[in-house]
C-alpha cells in the first residue's frame, strides 16, 4: 500500500503538468517567422538566448508556446550579440544620469546551436528593403581573406539565415520557402518608419508609403508562393 502511494504522489505532478499543457495547434507545427528585431526578440539594445527579455520571451516563443507546438530559433549565446543594455544606478540618486546605461558585459556571444536551422528567420534591423537582400558565407570569408571588415548587418544576417553553414546565398524569403512551413508570421516595415517615429517628424523618411506599398506587396506575394496561410501584423500610421 506504501508503495502504491508513493507512485501515485510520484506520478502526481506528471499528470497535473499534462493536464494542464496546451493542446497542440496542428496548423502551427511548421510556424515559419519573417520580421524585425521585435520578433527577433531583440530588447534593451542586445540579442540573447537567455535574459530578462530574451529569445526564449519573444513574441513568436509565447505564441509557440500557447499553441503547444515547438519553434526553434537561433539562440545566441550570453553575452549575447550584442549583450543587452543595463542601467546601473551608480550615485543612488534615483535619477537616470548620463553614462548610467551601458553593456556590463564584454565581449560577443554566437548561435549556441550551430547545426540547428531555425524557423524564426527575424532579423534585427530588417526593413521592406534589405529583406530581399542576401547573404552567403563566401562573401564573408574573402572579405575577411582580403583584409576588410563584413558589414555588421551582414554578419548577423548570415548567423541568422546563414548557420548551419550553406553554399547558396540566402534572405529571410528564401529560407521561409526552403522550410516550407505550414503557417507564416510577418511583421516587418517597423524599420521603415522608425525614423519618423522617434523624430516625431514625418519628413525625416524619404520613402513615400507608395514606394512601401509596392516593397511589401511584393513581399508577401513572394511568401505567398508557397501557399501556406499568413498572419500580418499591421503598422501604426506615423504621419499623422
Not at 519553434?71 to 548620463?98: H, V, W, Y
Not at 523618411?205 to 507608395?210: L, R, Y
Request: neutral net charge; charged residues 20%.
Amino acid at each position: 500500500m506504501r508503495s502504491l502511494l508513493a507512485l501515485a504522489l510520484a506520478l502526481l505532478p506528471v499528470v497535473s503538468a499534462a493536464e494542464s499543457a496546451p493542446p497542440a495547434t496542428p496548423l502551427l507545427r511548421r510556424m515559419v517567422v519573417v520580421g524585425d528585431s521585435i520578433l527577433a526578440g531583440f530588447s534593451s539594445g542586445g540579442w540573447v538566448g537567455r535574459g530578462k527579455a530574451g529569445q526564449r520571451d519573444s513574441a513568436p516563443a509565447v505564441l509557440a508556446h500557447q499553441a503547444g507546438v515547438t519553434l526553434p530559433q537561433p539562440l545566441i549565446s550570453a553575452p549575447g550579440f550584442p549583450p543587452p543594455l543595463e542601467i546601473k544606478d551608480r550615485n543612488q540618486n534615483g535619477r537616470l544620469d548620463p553614462g548610467e546605461v551601458y553593456r556590463t558585459l564584454p565581449g560577443l556571444g554566437f548561435r549556441s546551436q550551430v547545426h540547428q536551422a531555425g524557423r524564426n528567420l527575424a532579423v534585427p534591423g530588417e526593413d521592406t528593403k534589405t529583406v530581399f537582400d542576401r547573404v552567403n558565407a563566401n562573401d564573408l570569408i574573402d572579405a575577411l581573406v582580403h583584409g576588410r571588415v563584413p558589414d555588421g548587418r551582414d554578419l548577423l544576417k548570415f548567423m541568422i539565415l546563414g548557420v548551419p553553414v550553406r553554399s547558396d546565398a540566402v534572405s529571410q524569403i528564401t529560407r521561409a520557402r526552403d522550410l516550407k512551413p505550414g503557417f507564416i508570421v510577418v511583421w516587418l516595415g517597423n524599420n521603415d518608419v522608425l525614423g519618423m517615429a522617434t523624430r516625431t517628424n514625418p519628413a525625416a523618411e524619404s520613402t513615400t508609403p507608395a514606394a512601401f506599398a509596392v516593397r511589401f506587396c511584393r513581399l508577401l506575394d513572394e511568401l505567398a508562393d508557397g501557399g501556406a496561410p499568413m498572419a500580418v501584423a499591421t503598422l501604426p500610421d506615423v504621419t499623422g
